[in-house]
């Protein structure tokens, strides 16, 4: 059974960047897409990007200038960086695997709320 | 991209059936069979319901389906229970190659 998990700081200032790292047991990250996907407060998921044999990143374009997607596969890991960030990125932050980059996450992490505030 | 349109809200009664619309453009729905249907509790994680349209993975329950007709696609649930009640989302893949999620729709069971 594949399981993902979500660690980093849940407090992020302005301008700051934000860090998050997904540790995935269960399974290779050395296959596969591996996503990450956020939700503000009461709002809807915002898909953030993915990652694909470590080389190979997507990302929405509306947050492509600030966003990072890194994977480490002696640690079965990946990351998010997220750069100058404003309260408009406060939300809880998901990380996911979608078996062929066509957007159907199918194993999900538990989500980390991220708060942006000084 | 902008996001799928789907209903705030809707609702129906034990035993009903209710269906749930996800409107976007050629673009996404209407240009690729890559959609599909989370569901999500208050305070977990989103769950796959459906993909490639209509879809279901293992475990999920045969009373959800789904279609697609031009730039709309459809979840129903049918057998209504009240444990379906949560907030549904649809998804779809792009041209711009990125995926574009719904607005959520808020499922009430009477």
């Known amino acids: 059974q594949v399981q993902l998990q979500e660690s980093g700081p849940g407090l992020v200032k302005p301008s700051e960047t934000l860090s998050l790292t997904c540790t995935v047991s269960g399974g290779s990250i050395s296959s596969y897409y591996w996503s990450w996907i956020r939700q503000p407060p009461g709002k809807r998921l915002e898909w953030i990007g993915y990652?694909?044999?470590?080389?190979?990143?997507t990302y929405n374009p509306s947050l492509k200038s600030r966003v990072t997607i890194s994977m480490d596969t002696s640690k079965n890991q990946f990351s998010l960086k997220l750069s100058s960030v404003t309260a408009a990125d406060t939300a809880v932050y998901y990380c996911a695997r979608d078996l062929r980059g066509y957007g159907a996450p199918d194993y999900w992490g538990q989500g980390t709320l991220v708060t942006v505030s000084s | 991209q902008s996001a799928l349109t789907q209903p705030a809200s809707v609702s129906g009664s034990p035993g009903q059936s209710i269906t749930i619309s996800c409107t976007g453009t050629s673009s996404d729905v209407g240009g690729y069979n890559y959609v599909s249907w989370y569901q999500q509790h208050p305070g977990k994680a989103p769950k796959l319901m459906i993909y490639d349209v209509s879809n279901r993975p293992s475990g999920v329950s045969n009373r959800f389906s789904a279609s697609k007709s031009g730039n709309t696609a459809s979840l129903t649930i049918s057998g209504l229970q009240a444990e379906d009640e949560g907030d549904y989302y649809c998804?779809?893949?792009?041209?711009?190659?990125?995926?574009?999620f719904g607005g959520g729709t808020k499922l009430t069971v009477l």
């Open positions: 998804s779809s893949y792009t041209s711009s190659s990125i995926v574009v």
């Open positions: 990652i694909y044999y470590s080389v190979s990143t």
